[in-house]
């Protein structure tokens, strides 16, 4: 399957610029052909020394190199403490993720505790960053996160589901919920933004699990209540994959998803 990114898409110009077919390429760098077809496919993320290799054989500018090393070190993974996060800056993280975002080309996101941040107001992230973050720590936090959604009016696709419980954990208050509802409703508009609700009322005989949000089919992040955690090993990327297909004959989209986020924002409305 076909993850274009702008990392493997950027390898197989390369490669293409430099006339050698993908089993070439392979025996001048050792690798295996099929590393060197699914790096170019998007599901396959080559190590900084593999993509030195290739573009060494490839002949590719210094410029090229410097962004694919970079893209391949943005991608790496690991796994950051909430006690680190909070001495860098909430800020920084955002700024961490906002880079992810823009290596990759199709965004799945899967939330069942808050407010997917691509979707947020600034309301709501200011209540939702309100008690952790120092006042400045704090505005230099939303608006990192709010920068990122930029990225929303780029080609790119995103792919967003939420549980019902997500719309109705009152984050803020009522009035921050009726704004940050009518905002997912115009964003889930937009003709590169599906937004998926799976409602309280239909049956699931799967976990809800954690929240995750998927990078083509390079990395998954996740967080919990002390970490952070990116992941790129295939077979975990696998997993996650797994589960979105187990959860997704659960969503309700378009109308149908909208029709669920009217009801919840008729809910706040009434508490005004």
């Given at each position: ?15 293409s610029e430099s006339g ?60 950051t403490s909430a006690r ?189």
């Amino acid at each position: 399957m076909k993850n274009s990114n702008p990392l493997s898409d950027t390898l197989r110009a390369l490669r293409s610029e430099s006339g050698l077919s993908g089993a070439e390429a392979a025996r001048r760098t050792g690798l295996s052909q099929s590393k060197v077809s699914r790096a170019e496919t998007g599901s396959f993320l080559p190590s900084e020394d593999e993509i030195l290799a290739l573009c060494q054989v490839y002949g590719a500018p210094a410029e090229a190199v410097e962004d694919l090393v970079h893209m391949t070190r943005e991608l790496r993974e690991e796994t950051t403490s909430a006690r680190v996060v909070l001495q860098r800056g909430g800020w920084w993280m955002q700024q961490r993720i906002g880079k992810l975002e823009a290596a990759a080309s199709r965004i799945l996101s899967y939330s069942t505790n808050t407010m997917i941040g691509l979707l947020q107001t600034r309301s709501y992230a200011e209540a939702l960053f309100g008690g952790s973050l120092s006042d400045e720590d704090r505005e230099r936090t939303v608006t990192a996160r709010l920068q990122r959604q930029e990225l929303l009016d780029s080609a790119r696709e995103f792919v967003c589901v939420m549980t019902e419980g997500v719309l109705r954990w009152n984050m803020g208050g009522a009035a921050v919920m009726v704004e940050q509802l009518d905002h997912l409703i115009d964003q889930s508009q937009r003709p590169n933004v599906r937004v998926g609700i799976i409602p309280w009322t239909t049956p699931a005989f799967v976990p809800a699990g954690n929240s995750f949000t998927m990078y083509d089919a390079l990395a998954v992040m996740l967080g919990t209540q002390t970490a952070t955690a990116l992941i790129t090993d295939e077979a975990n990327i696998a997993e996650y994959a797994a589960h979105w297909a187990e959860i997704e004959p659960l969503v309700s989209w378009g109308d149908e998803a909208r029709a669920v986020i009217d009801r919840v924002a008729a809910d706040y409305r009434g508490l005004l």
